[in-house]
């Protein structure tokens, strides 16, 4: 297969991909039981999911009890020219746990997550108004998340 062929799901493939979604630590057995399949077909499946992207595994927890209890979503309006570097720069903060390009006035998103206010204030202040290109900023308070985001690694 082309690595830049699109994967052609099956029912079972989609059966599968829904339990591990709902618990990422399902048994083989709970695999087969979801797929009516073998537990070798379901095997081969997970390599061919795993080997092609489709199907990876990624860590979330809880901000809170790390004592990061003000997460905030950013939208930068960054320059053309400074749109690739300032996404770098991002990426590389330990307060972003999110980075995205997109289309509009605000061509940069982001979510950070913070011990108080005044932390994100600092943040804000010293470390985004010192990154070049960044014409301007609006910031949010997130009150509640109510689905986490993941990292897609071949994106």
């Known amino acids: 297969m082309s690595p830049d062929a699109p994967v052609t799901l099956d029912a079972a493939d989609k059966a599968l991909l829904a339990t591990v979604r709902r618990d990422g630590r399902a048994t083989l057995t709970d695999l087969q039981k979801a797929t009516d399949q073998s537990e070798s077909a379901v095997k081969r ?35 053309p020219h400074a749109l690739a570097e300032v996404g770098r720069s991002l990426a590389a903060h330990p307060e972003v746990h999110f980075a995205s390009a997109t289309t509009g006035q605000a061509n940069i998103v982001a979510t950070v997550h913070f011990r108080s206010p005044d932390d994100l204030y600092t943040y804000l202040s010293e470390k985004i108004g010192a990154l070049s290109g960044i014409q301007a900023v609006e910031s949010a308070l997130i009150l509640r998340q109510v689905k986490q985001l993941t990292y897609e690694p071949n994106r």
Request: no cysteine.
């Open 45 to 79: 499946r997970l390599e061919t999911l795993l080997s092609t992207g489709v199907l990876y595994f990624d860590v979330q927890y809880d901000h809170g009890p790390l004592g990061q209890d003000v997460g905030a979503m950013l939208w930068l309006t960054v320059a």
